[in-house]
Structure formats: structure tokens, C-alpha cells
């Protein structure tokens, strides 16, 4: 099992291979792993993500599975690293850390069966699908701005290849406390599967990474909380939640639990509807 990682090192985006507690560039170069610039271990062109698939998560949510996967789509301006800041919007109560193994496409693979898969998977790097779920309810089924606002996709720090993701436990950490930890053989659809599945009308081009879903019992995070996800033997992805710099123009009142499904309350700032008004009357 190899490990790769992608970092700064003088001033430049280098590959690099880790060995112990060292990161060594293809020229030699070397740099102590707790001295290094982390940068995600791959620049996808698509983050897709899958809504239910672990055992553990459907009897939490008292549900029951689909008859196949369903799938979200995070935008690449999500992006985050090891060691980054995920910034928690002014007004946000509901910022969810979700740790994850990700799939990352090494091959272009297109109308591939799912014993094919492995061969256009490079490697497994860790995940951590953090939602603002302020908006669950207004962007319920697209997810969008619950997963795919900035900084909410940290990947990394490693990408081992040559690893093999049954039986695996990943832990994820809150602040030194456990919070998440479950095994990949809790998944309904494999790894594969879900690789032959979303290639079946996407192409998935190379740095391509797709999330199999998470664990049971997330919960919210506030300012400065610290969450780090590792599977067992592989370094862990760490982050720090921080406040945003300059309020968003709109604040957000909602529940993600809410019945009605409305659009966040928007802020005098922005010239408040009738509709706007019957909203802040009914939020919380």
C-alpha cells in the first residue's frame, strides 16, 4: 500500500509519497509530515456523494433503504484539506460533521460492470461531508447549498492505493471525543457497485471522488470545534470550524426538523417580501 499525498513545497504544488514521518518529492526533496503545507490529495472534477447506504444510518433514520442508491452532487468550490478551516456562516446553528472513506477515479470509466471497477479506482482517501443543515429543508432532495457550500469537502491528507475497503472501521473524533465509528461492511452498495452505478450514464474522468455515505449520529458543531476522521491505520483528516469573516446577507431561522419547506429569512439588508415577513413570523 502506497500513500500519496499533495502538498506546498517551496511554493509549488508537488505529488509526494510518504514514508514513516516524511513526505519525499520525486527529486528527493523531503519534508517532515507535521511541517507540511497539506493540499487535497486530488483536484476532481466532480465530488458526488450518496444520500443512505449504511445499515447503521437507515435504523437510525427508522427507514428504509431505496431500492437503489440516490445520489447528491458537491460542487469543487466545496473543497477543503487537511488542516483547513471550515467556516461556519454567520447565523448557522446547524453545521454537521459526517466523516467518510471516498472513492478517487484513477482510470476514465464509463458503462463498466462492477467487478471492473476496481481496476478505474487509484485509491481511498478520507472524507469529511460536512452539511449546513440550516437549509435541509429548502434544498431537500439537491442538497445543495446543505452540502456543497465553500469549504465543506475536506479530502485527505493521504490517497493509498492498493488497499482493500471491506472490513475497514472509521472513526471520527470530536474534539478527542469518539463521535462516529462503523465499518464499510455496514454499506448496502459496495464501493464498486456504486462506481458501475453512477458510471452508468456519467463518465467519471480520473480525480473524480464520490462519498459511499456516513455513519449514524452527527451532530452539530460550533466555533473552534476540531473533527478528525481516520479508518483504522491511516492518517487522519483533521479540521477546525471557524466563523465566517463578514455576516451573509441573508440570516437563516430555519430548522433543518421544520414541516414547512421555505426559503431562509432574508435580512432587511435585503428587502424583505410579505412572503419574507410570513416567514420570520414562523421561524423559531
Known sequence: MTE??????DGAVVEVTRDGDELYAPDGRSVKLDGAVHLPPCEPSKIIAVHLNHR?????????LPAAPTYFHKPTSALNAHGGAVVRPEGCRWLNYEGEVAIVIGRTCRNIAPD????HIRGYTIAN??????????DAGSMLRVKGSDTLCPLGPGLVT?????GRTLTTRVNGEVKQRGSTDEMEWDMHYLVADIARTITLH??????????PIPAPCSRG????????????????SSAARKASAATWEHSPRSRR??????????GSSAASARLAADAP
Open 4 to 9: 500519496y499525498r499533495r502538498i506546498l513545497l
Open 56 to 64: 447503521s444510518r437507515v435504523e437510525e433514520f427508522q427507514a428504509r
Open 116 to 119: 471492473e471497477a476496481g481496476d
Open 129 to 138: 461531508d460536512y452539511g449546513l443543515h440550516d437549509f435541509r429543508d429548502t
Open 162 to 166: 492498493d488497499w482493500d475497503f471491506r
Open 206 to 215: 480520473p480525480a473524480t471522488s464520490c462519498c459511499p455515505g456516513r455513519r
Open 225 to 240: 470545534t476540531s473533527s478528525r476522521s481516520r479508518w483504522t491505520g491511516s492518517a487522519c483528516c483533521a479540521t477546525t
Open 261 to 270: 419547506r421555505s426559503a431562509p429569512r432574508l435580512s432587511a439588508a435585503t
